[in-house]
């Protein structure tokens, strides 16, 4: 696969356009000089006279009338975007990675946790994988740490292709993806038999090369499945079970799938190998 440019982009946002303390003087000064001489013009062309302090008491009615307007479209608003946008940012950072823009451990949690409990209040079974790519390592050591970046965004990219809307493809850390598959199905056997298959599609679309500056890899990887259903379970137990299956993929040589065997309406029993 030959990357658009061979390029990735690590920021989502570009500069805020947050007004400097500069700026903002400026430009509150520029409105008032302006609004006052037209002011001025204006009450030296008029065709009456008021006594000195009337025209002044005027004059500070009419600047403020006129200018508050104008340092609010030119001033404040400018303020209140580039703040809205700014935190808009700090809470986009802080529940996605910045590499790869996927969901992050914490709003995984967030996600996983909630739909554990949709399935306690309308049984249904999903799925957990944690997918790891075998050999990163040396992809790192041996292309360098831009390459290894560019292997996990086009993971994570075909993670996403390969998911519905109502899923989710989280980046775990390091070299470890989690595919949360959303209510399979309401039989334990259908939804089990849908994940497996899920499960081999990714392995088999992760495993594509990837190619850019001339050069290719083939990624392998290994992914640990924890079947999700109405039985009590924490978000992070749910993940340790994925990642045990996982595990038990890479010490047989990795490139495969396990599913963490269990009774998913209460308790679960030692992992399997699926078929």
């Not at 990735?8 to 007004?19: I, K, P, W």
């Not at 949709?118 to 790891?132: E, F, I, K, M, Q």
């Not at 560019?150 to 109502?166: C, D, H, N």
Request: some cysteine; hydrophobic content about 45%; charged content about 25%.
């Amino acid at each position: 696969m030959l990357l658009p440019d061979e390029r990735t982009e690590r920021d989502e946002y570009s500069d805020a356009g947050v007004l400097s303390v500069r700026q903002v003087v400026l430009r509150i000064s520029l409105i008032i000089m302006l609004v006052e001489a037209a002011i001025m013009v204006m009450l030296a062309v008029a065709p009456f006279k008021v006594h000195a302090l009337t025209e002044t008491v005027v004059d500070a009615v009419l600047l403020g009338l006129i200018s508050i307007p104008w340092i609010y479209l030119w001033v404040v608003r400018p303020f209140i975007t580039a703040h809205d946008h700014l935190l808009r940012q700090v809470t986009h950072l802080a529940y996605h990675d910045p590499l790869t823009r996927l969901p992050n451990r914490r709003l995984l949690a967030d996600y996983l946790e909630r739909a554990l409990a949709g399935y306690r209040r309308t049984p249904a079974y999903g799925a957990l994988l944690l997918v790891d790519l075998d050999g990163f390592k040396k992809i790192n050591d041996t292309l360098g740490h831009e390459f290894g970046d560019i292997v996990l965004i086009v993971t994570a990219q075909r993670l996403q292709s390969m998911t519905r809307r109502e899923d989710l493809v989280s980046r775990l850390g390091g070299d470890e993806f989690v595919v949360l598959l959303h209510r399979l199905s309401v039989e334990p056997a259908h939804a089990r038999a849908k994940a497996e298959e899920a499960a081999r599609k990714l392995l088999k679309l992760a495993c594509e090369p990837i190619e850019t500056r001339g050069q290719a890899v083939v990624i392998g990887v290994s992914i640990g499945v924890r079947m999700l259903g109405p039985e009590s379970i924490g978000s992070e137990s749910a993940i340790r079970d994925a990642d045990e299956a996982m595990y038990r993929v890479k010490a047989t040589g990795g490139g495969d799938v396990a599913v963490h065997e269990g009774d998913y309406s209460a308790g679960t029993s030692p992992i399997g190998k699926s078929a």
